[in-house]
């Protein structure tokens, strides 16, 4: 893979991982295993790190959740040990690492972590910052990487999402078809999305403002009218939500894994 980042952007991650998982039910998704001893989390973030593109990710957290507080843990036990070849290039990953409360919200969660960048780094004219779910664990970096660089050469903020190929069905307050909506120009939206800083830190405070809910960060954009581009996605970018998302990710994974296994 080619870790190279066109035109020397400068690039910020922010991965939101505040969630409850409420309707997951089981436990807090994202700290579920994925594999023997890697749960959806770090998967996530390693997926990112690995690009050696970021110069920082910060993951905003739950600062009342016991799996953030052992996660919390792990990051400074990595960091305080250094002992083997292994630990020490743990050590580089977990540099990049720095945790933000979040808020009550993803929205919020988001915010926070681009008003602490804001806060603490002099100058975010020429940053981009990138925006990744922390449910999304399974797509390769080389496709992060391709998505970053198509994104920074087109100039423009953009998402990966894919195009919506089922029938559409819209129901009323009975679980009755309402009618049939058509899909063409309609896409499903996935993250990574990426954005100029300064845009999406001025979107999203508008936001906040003015008490204005988005559910995704593009959102934030369409309420300035700011331009956002699309670039296809993958299928298999999928996020988990519920328990039964879990099996079908495991299955991803694995393939992921021997895909890397094989170099």
């Known amino acids: 893979m080619n870790d190279k980042l066109k035109n020397n952007a400068e690039l910020f991650c922010i991965i939101p991982a505040a969630g409850k998982s409420t309707r997951y039910k089981k436990s807090n998704k ?34 009342s959740s016991k799996e953030t507080s052992d996660f919390k843990d792990i990051i400074q036990s990595d960091l305080d040990q250094d002992t083997s070849l292994e630990s020490k290039n743990a050590k580089k ?96 939206a996935q993250t990574p999305q990426m954005f100029k800083f300064n845009i999406l830190y001025d979107s999203l405070k508008h936001c906040h403002d003015n008490n204005i809910t988005v559910t995704d960060d ?3 954009l369409e309420v300035l009218g700011h331009k956002c581009r699309i670039h296809i996605g993958k299928p298999y970018n999928y996020k988990i939500t519920y328990e039964s998302d879990m ?15 094989k170099g």
């Open 93 to 188: 990953l977990f540099k990049k690492i720095e945790l933000v409360k979040g808020g009550r919200t993803r929205q919020d969660t988001v915010f926070n972590c681009m008003q602490h960048i804001k806060d603490n780094f002099d100058n975010t004219d020429d940053t981009w910052v990138i925006v990744h779910d922390a449910a999304r664990p399974c797509i390769f970096p080389y496709e992060n990487l391709e998505f970053i660089n198509k994104t920074i050469e087109c100039d423009t903020s953009s998402i990966m999402a894919i195009p919506i190929s089922d029938t559409i069905k819209k129901i009323d307050g009975n679980s009755t078809i309402d009618k049939t909506v058509p899909r063409e120009n309609l896409w499903l």
């Open 218 to 220: 593009s959102q934030a």
């Open 247 to 261: 099996a079908y990710m495991k299955c991803i994974y694995e393939y992921m894994s021997k895909y890397y296994e």
């Open 30 to 63: 994202i700290f579920e295993c994925i594999e023997e001893e890697l749960d959806i989390l770090n998967a996530s973030i390693l997926n990112i790190n690995n690009l050696g593109v970021v110069k920082k990710t910060f993951v905003g957290y739950d600062d």
